[in-house]
C-alpha cells in the first residue's frame, strides 16, 4: 500500500522506514528520535536527492507480464524518476553480474536504488573479519587457485576431475587459511565452478550461462570494516549476516562464537555507525538472541533468517514462530517460496507461514529475488511452492506484487536491486 502508518507496523519495518525516509527524518539516534516517530511513514531514502538508474530490465520484465492491472500500474510509471528505496536489499550487491561481496558490487547495487546493502561476515586466519558468502568459498568466488603461493594454502588444494569416472573435480580455500594480508591479494569472480575440470583454470570457468562475465575484470575484495565506509559513503543501510564458521570453534582455543558476533558489531560502533542503519542477520538464533541481550540497539532490528529448504521443514518454522516473537525476535527472513502457494491453477497467494508470522506480529524479509534465471523452467528452489504457476521472466513481478502486498513483507534480498527499486517506486513502498 501506497502510505503505511509506522505506528501500524513492528520494530523492524518501524527502523526500516525511519532508513527509508531520509537524513531529515533518520535525526542522530537520540532517545528523543526513537520516541518522536510515530506519525512517520513509508517513503524513499533520499541520498541528497540523488537520482539512481534502474537500467532496461525492468521494463523488459514489465513486458513479459501478461495483460492486467499489474502491469498497466507498471507501464504507469516507465517515465518517472526513481529514488533509493530501503525496500530494495542489495544481496551481496547486485550478484546477477558483478562478481558478489565486492566493491564494484557494492556500488552497482546502491546505483541501483539498493536503500539497504549486504556484507556477509567471515573470519580469516587472524581473526580479521571480512565479506565473504561462506568461509569456504574463495575457490569459487575468487582467483584464488590462479596464484599457485596461495592455492597451496587451500584446506584442500585442487584436485583435478576423474573423466573416466565421472568424479568431480574438488578444491576448498577458506578465508581461515589465509592471513588478511593474504586475502587482499585476491580478485573477485563471478561464483561458479566446472565441476568436470582437470585444470584450475578450468574449474575457475564456471559462471552460470544467464550471468555474465563481463563486469568481472576487476572484482576488489573487502574487509568489513571497508564495506562500512563504503556503505556510509553511499548512504545505505546495512545488513551484515554473521556467517558459520567453518572450523571449529572455539577457533583456536579462545575465539569464540559469542566474541565472533560482538566482533561483528563492534566494528559498527567503532565506525561511528547508528544501530538504526544496521540489520544484523544470521541463521544462528543464538547469535540473533546474543545481540539481542547483549546489544539490545542493534539487537532490536537482527534479523532471524530462517533455514527451510523444502515443505517439509516448514511446519516445525511456524510452529517456533509465537517462541520467536517471545524471545525478542522482530523480523524473520525466509526464502522467498515460504511465504506463498498456488491457488487454482496459477493464483499466487500467501502461505500458511506468511500468515502465521504476521500472526505472531513478526516483520518479515525474505531472499533471494533475481537468483533464479529466466524462470522458463519453473524457477527452481526459489520457486518451489509455485513452481506449477511460474512459466517466464514476467512472474518476477507477479511474486514480488504478492510479497509486497499480499504477504506485506518490508524488504526484500534482490541479485539485482533495480528490479525491486523500480517496482517499490511505482507501489510507494
Not at 523488459?60 to 524518476?81: A, F, I, M, T, W
Not at 603461493?149 to 585442487?158: D, G, I, T, V, W
Not at 556503505?231 to 545505505?236: D, E, H, I, R, T
Request: aromatic content about 8%.
Amino acid at each position: 500500500m501506497k502510505t503505511t502508518l509506522i505506528r501500524a507496523m513492528g520494530a523492524g519495518a518501524l527502523a526500516l522506514a525511519t532508513l527509508a525516509a531520509g537524513p531529515a527524518l533518520a535525526g542522530n539516534g537520540s532517545h528523543d528520535d526513537h520516541d518522536n516517530r510515530s506519525d512517520r511513514r513509508w517513503g524513499h531514502h533520499d541520498r541528497g536527492a540523488q537520482m539512481v538508474s534502474v537500467g532496461v530490465r525492468p521494463y523488459y520484465l514489465v513486458d513479459q507480464l501478461e495483460e492486467g492491472r499489474l502491469k498497466h500500474k507498471l507501464q504507469s510509471c516507465e517515465n518517472r524518476p526513481v529514488k533509493p528505496t530501503a525496500f530494495s536489499i542489495g544481496h551481496r550487491g547486485a550478484a546477477m553480474q558483478f562478481p558478489e561481496h565486492t566493491r564494484e558490487s557494492y556500488v552497482a547495487a546502491a546505483r541501483q536504488g539498493a536503500g539497504i546493502v549486504e556484507c556477509d561476515v567471515t573470519f580469516t586466519k587472524d581473526r580479521e573479519l571480512v565479506c565473504r558468502h561462506s568461509q569456504c568459498d574463495l575457490a569459487t568466488t575468487t582467483n584464488i587457485l590462479g596464484i599457485p603461493e596461495l592455492a597451496a594454502k587451500c584446506s584442500q588444494p585442487f584436485i583435478p576431475a576423474d573423466l573416466a569416472t565421472g568424479t568431480p573435480a574438488q578444491a576448498t580455500c577458506c578465508t581461515s587459511d589465509l592471513t588478511l594480508a593474504e586475502f587482499r591479494a585476491l580478485r573477485g569472480k563471478m561464483d561458479g565452478a566446472n565441476p568436470m575440470a582437470t585444470t584450475p583454470e578450468e574449474y575457475m570457468a564456471g559462471t552460470p550461462s544467464w550471468r555474465t562475465d563481463m563486469y568481472a575484470a576487476t572484482g576488489t575484495l573487502m574487509t568489513h570494516k571497508e564495506s562500512i565506509a563504503l556503505f556510509k559513503q553511499l548512504g545505505v543501510g546495512m545488513t551484515p549476516e554473521l556467517k558459520s564458521a567453518s572450523v571449529a570453534m572455539p577457533y583456536e582455543g579462545d575465539y569464540t562464537q559469542e566474541a565472533y558476533a560482538q566482533q561483528m558489531i563492534d566494528e559498527y560502533k567503532e565506525m561511528g555507525v547508528s544501530p538504526r542503519k544496521v540489520w544484523p542477520q544470521s541463521f544462528n538464533l543464538d547469535d540473533v538472541l546474543y545481540w539481542i541481550h547483549n546489544e539490545p540497539r542493534f539487537g532490536k532490528q537482527a534479523v532471524f533468517l530462517e533455514s527451510v529448504d523444502s515443505e517439509a521443514d516448514v511446519p516445525a518454522a511456524i510452529a517456533r514462530l509465537p517462541q520467536l516473537a517471545a524471545q525478542g525476535v522482530n523480523i524473520v527472513a525466509p526464502p522467498l517460496w515460504t511465504l506463498v502457494t498456488v491457488e487454482g491453477t496459477d493464483n499466487i497467494v500467501p502461505s500458511d507461514y506468511a500468515v502465521a508470522a504476521k500472526a505472531a506480529g513478526l516483520d518479515i524479509i525474505t531472499w533471494t529475488l533475481e537468483r533464479s534465471g529466466t524462470l522458463v523452467d519453473g524457477g527452481g528452489w526459489y520457486y518451489q511452492s509455485i513452481t506449477d504457476a511460474t512459466t517466464g521472466p514476467g512472474d518476477t513481478y507477479r511474486l514480488l506484487d504478492v510479497l509486497a502486498q499480499d504477504v506485506g513483507i518490508i524488504g526484500i534480498f534482490s541479485d539485482w536491486p533495480a528490479t525491486v527499486t523500480y517496482y517499490a517506486n511505482c507501489m510507494g513502498k
